[in-house]
Every structure is written in structure tokens, then in C-alpha cells.
């Protein structure tokens, strides 16, 4: 059979179908091992750099810290969490199929440090902090998400969201004139599962949150199309799945790990050498309130 270049009319019928037809806006980066904050962009950015980070298996673990806040209980914690990724795992990639990748609540920890152990179990933890924002480099976010990776193949590790709930009244409700706690881990969400922001103001991965708004719930365009190219649709039966971090489920941190504790180790694995990005979220009034402070 001779080869040839697809002929006028079968691109014809493809643009029909969709599949050539120009496409409205499906920008969007993903967060890649170039530190400290590199990204990889479609359309391609001048700066981008590095491999684009993923987890590599279907399956991934998440806990709330069992203390979750003064003001937003463990359950409240978890119902929102649960939402924002169901945001993204019920995507609809380009097909009709969801994002290959199914995140599952494990139940609350006691660990409540962003930490990723090479020799001792992990856990992914959303941890909020009440008292004090530890983050002097992003003094005002109301977020942040910090992502361990293996800096050669962007393979991700240990993912764990901080919530600022010290400087920011965030609340469950749909209509809310603070900060809705939902939109905010929508927006974690994509950056725990290894995207980083995109410039349409629209998109939930949009780095500023805009007090009072609940439309980081729910995806654009640009957001389906990031989560779907990082992980194409497939079925998962969670059922069959293996949530197991690296070295081992721990709820507890590194510290409180003991040998003959319950932490359920995995296999033994090497680690390369692991990077880390820290990805935070803005808000747009803060700025202005605190304007000529
Ligand atoms: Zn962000």
C-alpha cells in the first residue's frame, strides 16, 4: 500500500466531526521538574523547561489531618475535598471518557507536616493552619499545594495542601461573601494532581481567587483539557486499585513512626533524587485592603 498525505476530504470530514476544528481556548501548564516553579504550557510558553510532572499510577491516596480547623470540621473538611475532585475526576475529555485518575479519601491522619519520607511511610495531607501561615515567601495565599517529585522522570511522590484558615474565613456555603473553601481545593486539586496555573482568569487553575466566588468549582474548557492530556480517559474500577504511597502508608509523620507501628509498608523502592514545587493561590482583595498599609 503506498503511503500517502491524508487527502482534502478526509480532513474535511474530520473537521466535521471535530476532531481538526479549531479549538476555543485549551490553554494550560503543567507544573514540570525545571525549579524552582517550571512549567510546561499548551500552546507552548519561551520558558518552558524541564519534564511535566504526573502520578504514574491511576490510584492516589489523600487524608484530611483529623484536627482539620477551629472553624471547619473533619466532616466539612472531607465533604469539600471529596467535591473539588470529583470536579475533576467527572471531567469529559475529548471522546467522552473521565481523566484516568481516581483520588481516594484514605480517612484522617494524625501527621500534620508537609513531608515526604524516602525512608519511612507517607501520606498526602491537607493539613490547615489556624494559628499561623508558615510560609514567609507567600505570606498572603490562601493556599498552597507542595509536590514532591523524582526530578528525572517528573514521576510525583507526595502531594499536601495547607490551608490559610489563620488569615482567610473560609466557609461551606453556595452563596458566600467569604472565601469558599470548595473553589479553593478545586484549584489544589489541579495542582496536586501536577498542573500549575494557567493565564485565562476564567479557568479554576487561575492563580487569583476572587473573594466570594464559587466558579473555581466548577472546570473550563482549559482546565478539562489540562487534566485529560496529563491523564488520558480510562475507565479505573477504584475498588481494584492500589492507593499505597511510596514506602508505605503512614498517618503518622516521619518523626512519630516507629518500627512495629500499623504503617502499612509497600515494597521497598530507591528514590533518585526528588524535587519540589510549591504552588500557592492569591486573592484579589487582600491587595487592595492592604494598599498604602
Ligand atoms: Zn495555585
Known amino acids: 500500500m503506498r503511503h500517502m498525505a491524508p487527502s482534502r476530504t478526509l480532513a474535511a470530514a474530520l473537521a466535521i466531526l471535530g476532531v481538526l476544528a479549531p479549538r476555543a481556548a485549551e490553554a494550560y501548564c503543567r ?23 504526573k502520578w504514574t499510577r491511576p490510584c492516589v491516596g489523600i487524608s484530611v489531618q483529623k484536627d482539620a480547623s477551629k472553624k471547619i470540621s473533619l466532616y466539612d473538611a472531607r465533604t469539600a475535598l471529596h467535591r473539588a ?47 499561623k501561615w508558615p510560609h514567609p515567601s507567600g505570606p498572603h495565599n490562601i493556599a498552597l499545594t507542595t509536590v514532591t517529585y523524582d526530578t528525572k522522570s517528573g514521576e510525583i511522590f507526595d502531594a499536601d495542601m495547607e490551608i490559610n484558615v489563620a ?34 482568569s476564567s479557568a479554576t487553575m487561575f492563580a487569583v481567587y476572587t473573594p466570594g466566588s464559587t466558579a473555581f468549582r466548577s472546570l473550563a474548557a482549559d482546565d478539562v ?8 480517559a480510562q475507565t479505573i474500577d477504584p475498588a481494584k486499585c492500589n492507593v499505597l504511597p511510596r514506602h508505605g502508608f503512614s498517618p503518622a509523620c516521619a518523626e512519630k513512626q516507629t518500627e512495629g507501628s500499623c504503617a502499612l509498608r509497600g ?14 493561590l492569591a486573592v484579589f482583595a487582600l491587595r487592595r485592603r492592604r494598599r498604602g498599609a
Open 31 to 53: 507544573a514540570s521538574t525545571c525549579e524552582p516553579s517550571g512549567t510546561r504550557c499548551t500552546p507552548e510558553q519561551a520558558e518552558d523547561c524541564g519534564v511535566a510532572i
Open 85 to 131: 475532585f470529583v470536579s475533576w475526576q467527572e471531567a469529559k475529555c475529548d471522546g467522552g471518557g473521565a481523566p484516568g485518575v481516581s483520588v481516594q479519601d484514605l480517612g484522617a491522619v494524625e501527621c500534620d507536616q508537609v513531608e515526604y519520607n524516602g525512608k519511612a511511610g507517607n501520606a498526602n495531607v491537607v493539613v490547615f493552619r489556624d494559628t
Open 167 to 200: 488569615q482567610y474565613q473560609l466557609t461551606m456555603e453556595d452563596a458566600t461573601a467569604d472565601y469558599d473553601l470548595q473553589s479553593v481545593f478545586t484549584h489544589e486539586a489541579g495542582h496536586f494532581l501536577g498542573l500549575a496555573h494557567s493565564p485565562d
Open 225 to 232: 483539557a489540562g487534566v485529560c492530556a496529563v491523564y488520558p
Open 267 to 280: 515494597p521497598a523502592t530507591r528514590d533518585g533524587a526528588v524535587g519540589i514545587v510549591a504552588l500557592g
